[in-house]
Nanobody, 124 residues
């Protein structure tokens, strides 16, 4: 059974930083593209960032480009999201997701496994 466990969320002031981690177990992590998504209250889940199976390819939503960085350590079966220059509009529950594909995607429906989410709150 595949499990994804996020950690690293919390409360931070605007302009601050957080680093989210997602530990994956139960399948060959190194062959899966990974993604981060977020969902704010009353809004749909939206794409944040994604990374290919080898880490060589990445993709970002325009709203986070230049502020967030996605990376992965296949030896540790972990994917990270470094979030800098945080804004109040970044407040949401952040979810880690894995797809059976090597190639990263933006559509959450193309992801097969999801974590439980971690809350990120940015105060103004």
């Amino acid at each position: 059974q595949v499990q994804l466990v996020e950690s690293g969320g919390g409360l931070v002031q605007a302009g601050g930083s957080l680093r989210l981690s997602c530990a994956v177990s139960g399948r060959t992590f190194g062959s899966s593209a990974m993604g981060w998504f977020r969902q704010a209250p009353g809004k749909e889940r939206e794409f944040v960032a994604a990374i290919g199976w080898s880490g060589g390819g990445t993709d970002y939503a325009d709203s986070v480009k230049g502020r967030f960085t996605i990376s992965r350590d296949n030896a540790k079966n972990t994917v990270y999201l470094q979030m800098n220059s945080l804004k109040p509009e970044d407040t949401a529950v952040y979810y880690c997701a894995a797809t059976r594909s090597f190639i990263y995607r933006r559509n959450p429906r193309e992801y097969d496994y999801w974590g439980q989410g971690t809350q990120v709150t940015v105060s103004s």
